[in-house]
């Protein structure tokens, strides 16, 4: 066991090239000890009957070193299940459930605060303050009083904010939707989230200063990236980042409404294999493009036939079989749109263009309107982002 496991992971990501010696970003991730954030964490294996938990909780002293391997190192963990604190939905050290929050792994904290200029000394909204760890290391940068973070969960927020003391930090730390901002701090010099959304919240749009940036990850059920937005004149304009990243869906206190299609649909065959939404991110973002707001997910039909299952919001629907015959996959698509035609076509003209990456891909987003496009924001390739929810 390394001797100072900090130490040991701050050297593995200067060594990866996610933080640079000697700067201030680099100095803060050697003073802010993780394992203050994350005393406890649940580690899971996907079952024949579901995902399952077991909870590693460092007051556990036969736990303390499995503890020590997991939390010091590059590793996405999580801390909440269903709504609450790993150590209060498992109560007897193992269950089921959904997990609704995680500590991020540190290298892609890193690289998101890299993004962020905060050589600039910037004033800056957290949306998502998930353990407090993020929010900790800005707090060494920049100072407490420079720094707000908000999360919807009330658990979180109270958690985050305990931890924060207990280390000397003392940043706004508040319950708040996510999709409304902060309007109490603003404005903001940048915006960034620790949680995706399927679209730019336009609140922020008034609450970031002038040149000032949102960086968040903008994310279907099919796929998406991470964008880096910049402010002018209440408009947001940039590119997506080239490295690939990605989030849990943020929460909202607003139920998703999807309709309904009773429908038997419509057959057909597809050269596209279906597997490569979920092999390939890049195609998997351009899906979500092409179909705007619909969710995939692979299940199986009753006679154990795999399937890859789109659904958007407005009813429509397709099952591709994950298994070819001769060399095609059937399908059936109902309700208003044919979604898998979407994404066939959308597909073909991605590989006719040499498969270029998320940073060929860049957004506009207005009060009322926002799209993707592809390389110029004067592109005819374009895409609309999902509607955004009504502001308040």
């Given at each position: 066991?390394i001797?100072?496991?900090?130490?040991?992971?701050?050297?593995?990501?200067?060594g990866?090239?996610?933080?640079?010696?000697?700067?201030?970003?680099?100095?803060?991730?050697?003073?802010?000890?993780?394992?203050?954030?994350?005393?406890?964490?649940?580690?899971?294996?996907?079952?024949?009957?579901?995902?399952?938990?077991?909870?590693?909780?460092?007051?556990?002293?036969?736990?303390?070193?499995e503890?020590?391997?997991?939390?010091?190192?590059?590793?996405?963990?999580?801390?909440?299940?269903?709504?609450?604190?790993?150590?209060e939905?498992?109560?007897?050290?193992?269950?089921?459930?959904?997990?609704?929050?995680?500590?991020?792994?540190?290298?892609l904290?890193?690289?998101?605060?890299?993004?962020?200029?905060?050589?600039?000394?910037?004033?800056?909204?957290?949306?998502?303050?998930?353990?407090?760890?993020?929010?900790?290391?800005?707090?060494?940068?920049l100072?407490?009083e420079?720094?707000?973070?908000?999360d919807?969960?009330?658990?979180?927020?109270?958690?985050?904010?305990?931890?924060?003391?207990?280390?000397?930090?003392?940043?706004?730390?508040?319950?708040?939707?996510?999709?409304?901002?902060?309007?109490?701090?603003?404005?903001?010099?940048?915006?960034?989230?620790?949680?995706?959304?399927?679209?730019?919240?336009?609140?922020?749009?008034?609450?970031?200063?002038p040149?000032?940036?949102?960086?968040?990850?903008?994310?279907?059920?099919?796929?998406?990236?991470?964008?880096?937005?910049w402010?002018?004149?209440?408009?947001?304009?940039?590119?997506?980042?080239?490295?690939?990243?990605?989030?849990?869906?943020?929460?909202?206190?607003?139920?998703?409404?999807?309709?309904?299609?009773?429908?038997?649909?419509?057959?057909?065959?597809?050269?596209?294999?279906?597997?490569?939404?979920?092999?390939?991110?890049?195609?998997?973002?351009?899906?979500?493009?092409a179909?705007v707001?619909?969710?995939?997910?692979?299940?199986?039909?009753?006679?154990?036939?795999?399937?890859?299952f789109?659904?958007?919001?407005?009813?429509?629907w397709?099952?591709?079989?994950?298994?070819?015959?001769?060399?095609r996959?059937?399908?059936?698509?109902g309700?208003?749109?044919?979604?898998?035609?979407?994404?066939?076509h959308?597909?073909?003209?991605?590989?006719?263009?040499?498969?270029?990456?998320?940073?060929?891909?860049?957004?506009?987003?207005?009060?009322?309107?926002?799209?993707?496009?592809?390389?110029?924001?004067?592109?005819?390739?374009?895409?609309?982002?999902?509607?955004?929810?009504?502001?308040?």
């Open positions: 066991m001797t100072d496991p900090l130490s040991g992971l701050v050297d593995r990501l200067t990866a090239g996610e933080l640079e010696e000697g700067t201030v970003l680099a100095e803060a991730f050697r003073v802010v000890d993780r394992g203050a954030f994350v005393p406890a964490f649940a580690l899971f294996d996907h079952t024949g009957q579901g995902t399952r938990y077991r909870l590693v909780d460092r007051a556990v002293p036969e736990q303390r070193e503890w020590a391997e997991h939390v010091y190192a590059d590793q996405t963990l999580i801390i909440e299940i269903n709504g609450e604190p790993v150590t939905a498992l109560p007897d050290g193992s269950g089921t459930g959904r997990w609704t929050s995680s500590s991020t792994m540190p290298s904290m890193a690289r998101h605060l890299r993004e962020l200029g905060l050589e600039t000394n910037p004033r800056v909204l957290e949306i998502g303050v998930g353990s407090g760890y993020n929010a900790a290391v800005l707090c060494e940068v100072g407490d420079r720094v707000t973070s908000i919807i969960s009330p658990g979180l927020v109270a958690g985050a904010a305990r931890a924060l003391a207990s280390q000397g930090y003392r940043p706004v730390v508040a319950e708040h939707d996510g999709h409304q901002g902060y309007p109490e701090r603003a404005p903001y010099d940048r915006i960034t989230s620790t949680t995706a959304f399927t679209h730019v919240p336009p609140a922020w749009l008034d609450q970031v200063a040149g000032g940036m949102i960086l968040v990850n903008v994310a279907g059920g099919t796929g998406g990236a991470v964008l880096c937005l402010v002018e004149d209440g408009i947001a304009q940039g590119r997506f980042l080239p490295q690939g990243a990605g989030f849990m869906p943020a929460r909202t206190h607003r139920p998703v409404e999807r309709v309904s299609v009773d429908d038997d649909g419509e057959a057909g065959w597809t050269d596209l294999d279906p597997k490569v939404l979920t092999a390939q991110p890049e195609a998997s973002f351009v899906a979500q493009l179909t707001d619909a969710r995939t997910v692979v299940s199986q039909a009753d006679d154990g036939t795999e399937l890859l789109l659904e958007g919001a407005d009813g429509a397709a099952e591709v079989e994950t298994c070819p015959v001769d060399g996959h059937r399908v059936v698509q309700g208003p749109r044919r979604l898998w035609n979407l994404v066939d959308t597909h073909r003209w991605w590989e006719g263009e040499g498969r270029p990456s998320w940073s060929a891909f860049g957004a506009t987003v207005t009060a009322t309107d926002q799209w993707v496009w592809f390389r110029s924001p004067d592109s005819a390739h374009r895409w609309p982002l999902p509607a955004p929810e009504p502001r308040t």
